[in-house]
């Protein structure tokens, strides 16, 4: 996983709340069996609008996308995140996030950031006054700044999280250290749980 | 194990002296390892795989040497892409002649899977297997979702099988990667939630009219960060199927995992299945088990409590699975949303849905109409929908599909005759499958094309492009069927 400490870029707002994953990504480009490609069905249904803030041209080349409450909710594909990463973005910054969503996106260096609802529409008023407004997501430093819009807006993320995406570090890898401890669990497991073999 | 054990190693901890939820108990027994600062490395007892969310976890395998740790606890079945039609019994041909599989990058992916299934020893049930289904139906069936497992699958409706009070989530790819590899999942603690149901549903109200309920009060985010725990008389009445209905949408409520305690009834739909426990293994089971309830001094972080008996039969009317209502109920007018998202939400969905605010729900037509998922594929689901059609025909200007969620579920639904009920009503008897819940596989909505369905997410093009998803239960959909709009039973 490519490492997080901080990203400079443009910001994309999409103004809608409950953005499910079958908006980010729909069930027919889920057939694909690689990791790759799936920026070109990133929002496909949404993006045949050419008002759509995607098509908007200022736009171009962001990487960081601005949107409203419950951000991928529903499906746990986390080939949402390969579309968004796929398609240039780096971090995600809304209110709240599915559960799935999130955690699928600090597996995939996607960088989800909560922000409360207030400094989520600063950021979106401000990209939409100037679209080159420059955004940095500081990960180190937990905080998301705007100057030139004098936004500073702190974001709470959990030491180990921030930790693992600093260091692009692979959980399995993390987790065999543990093998031992692995081994000895199920050495203790009640005979009588079910297997499918 | 039992309760007074643990309750004594929880004190010696110094933790706690507080009773302990179904959630934290199952949580606590499966720890494998747990450091300050760090997410608890989590094992997992039963993981379920399918054709989509697999095959870059396996790649990722094979790029790392890696093997797949427990086959023995991992099962795979082909349910999300698979067509429900032309399965001609075992053996289907995946191409050439003959194939139900007709589109390409589908036949792929499920080669993919019956691949990796050979490559590393783990059991698949393919396309017209006697025990294929969608994942969430086979898992009980089979007796392998039991009590106070975790189960994990890459899908979000993993948390149907917390209707057994198994912890049971949804993940991504890279975490079914982690499992395959490690058997375990580093986890941060989730909160947990009472949902309490007291009263008893009314007559002609059930299991998918509560849930619906139960998600326009918390809301689409309200269990994120949650596990849920259905409780009271209205819970405890529930059959097992009506319980798998309720913990099925959990996600849509937010939350990753939705339990109901084990009890007598869990303990009876468990007994003599193929995977559940005989002899004093099923004794050693049952002492194990009945420690599990939630301790009555335990404290939930949240708790909702709603009054079963004040329920009617409730249908979407937006796009997501909040925005729901009585069927007697009329279409919102988004200014009447106090907040403004929801407003914004509001608007977006009436235009898509292209509905009016003050229509009465039951004046919405419907052309299509869906009976099937993992959220109502179960016999007892087929039973209700074929009780209502039965003697009925389905209207003229509907389609109507009568999916199983299981071969065994549609085997069983011939023996009791059920097909011919739906077939004589002019609704179409499918192979197993997901069908048209989620609109990857050939059964989908047109652009514009309208159902009602009994699946779980009502999401812009869910069940197809363009197309208009109201989530309803089974005796709704076929009432629906029969009239061509919007209806319960009752109006018949």
Known sequence: MEPFVTHAGRAVPLRRSNVDTDQIIPAEYLKQVSRTGFGKGLFAAWREDPSFVLNQSQYDGATILVAGTDFGTGSSREHAVWALTDYGFRAVIAPRFGDIFRSNATKAGLLPVVLPEAAVTALQDAVEADPATEVVVDLDHRVVLAEAAGIKAPFEIDDYTRWRLMEGLDDIGLTLRHADDITAFEHNRPAWLPVTA | ?492
Not at chain 2, 76 to 101: C, F, K, R, Y
Not at chain 2, 162 to 175: K, Q, R, Y
Not at chain 2, 192 to 201: C, E, K, Q, R
Not at chain 2, 375 to 403: C, F, H, K, W, Y
């Open chain 2, 1 to 492: 194990m039992n309760t007074a054990v643990s309750e004594c190693e929880t004190q010696a901890e110094g933790e706690s002296v507080m009773g302990r939820t179904l959630a934290e108990k199952i949580w606590d027994a499966h720890v494998v390892r747990s450091a300050e600062g760090e997410p608890d490395l989590l094992y997992i007892d039963l993981h379920l795989l399918h054709e989509v969310t697999s095959p870059q976890a396996f790649d990722g395998l094979r790029a790392a040497s890696r093997k797949v740790r427990r086959p023995d606890l991992s099962i795979a079945t082909e349910d999300h892409n698979v067509p429900t039609t032309g399965i001609t019994g075992p053996g289907v041909p995946l191409s050439g002649p003959g194939s139900p599989v007709t589109d390409p990058v589908s036949r792929i992916q499920v080669e993919a899977l019956r691949k990796n299934c050979a490559e590393f020893g783990v059991r698949l049930h393919p396309m017209g297997d006697a025990d294929q289904g969608i994942v969430h139906v086979i898992g009980p069936q089979l007796g392998l979702t039991q009590p106070g497992l975790t189960i994990v699958c890459g899908d979000s409706h993993t948390s149907t099988h917390g209707a057994l009070g198994a912890l049971a989530f949804g993940i991504g790819t890279s975490e079914v990667e982690h499992v395959l590899a490690t058997q375990t999942l580093p986890q941060a603690r989730p909160k947990t939630m009472a949902i309490t149901v007291n009263g008893a549903l009314p007559e002609g109200v059930t299991a998918k009219d509560l849930i619906l309920a139960i998600i326009a009060t918390i809301g689409t985010g309200g269990g994120q960060g949650y596990v849920l725990e259905y409780r009271g008389p209205a819970i405890r009445a529930l059959t097992m199927a009506g319980r798998l209905t309720v913990c099925n949408m959990s996600i849509e409520a937010g939350a990753r995992a939705g339990l109901v305690a084990p009890d007598d009834v869990t303990f009876g739909y468990l007994q003599g299945r193929p995977h559940a426990p005989s002899g004093a293994a099923w004794e050693a089971a049952l002492d194990y088990w009945r420690t599990l309830p939630t301790d009555p001094d335990a404290t939930f972080d949240h708790e909702v409590v709603l009054d079963a008996a004040t329920l009617t039969p409730y249908v979407t009317w937006g796009t997501n699975p909040g925005q729901a209502l009585p069927l007697a109920a009329f279409v919102p007018d988004p200014g009447s949303f106090a907040d403004p998202a929801a407003r914004a939400a509001a608007e977006r969905a009436l235009t898509y849905m292209d509905l009016v605010p003050g229509m009465a729900l039951r004046d919405i037509t419907v052309d299509t109409v869906f009976v099937g998922s993992c959220t109502n594929g179960r016999i007892e689901d087929l039973r209700a929908a074929a009780s209502v059609l039965q003697g009925r025909r389905v209207a003229p200007s509907v389609r109507m599909l009568v999916v199983p969620g299981s071969m065994a579920v549609r085997a069983q639904a011939e023996a009791e005759g059920l097909d011919a009920v739906f077939t004589a009503a002019g609704a179409q008897w499918r192979s197993a499958g997901c069908s048209m819940c989620l609109g990857m596989n050939p059964d989908k909505l047109s652009a514009g094309e309208r159902s009602a369905s009994t699946s779980n997410r009502n999401f812009e093009g869910r069940q197809g492009k363009g197309g208009r998803t109201h989530l309803v239960s089974p005796e709704v959909a076929a009432a629906t069927a029969v009239t061509g709009h919007l209806a319960a039973p009752a109006d018949l």
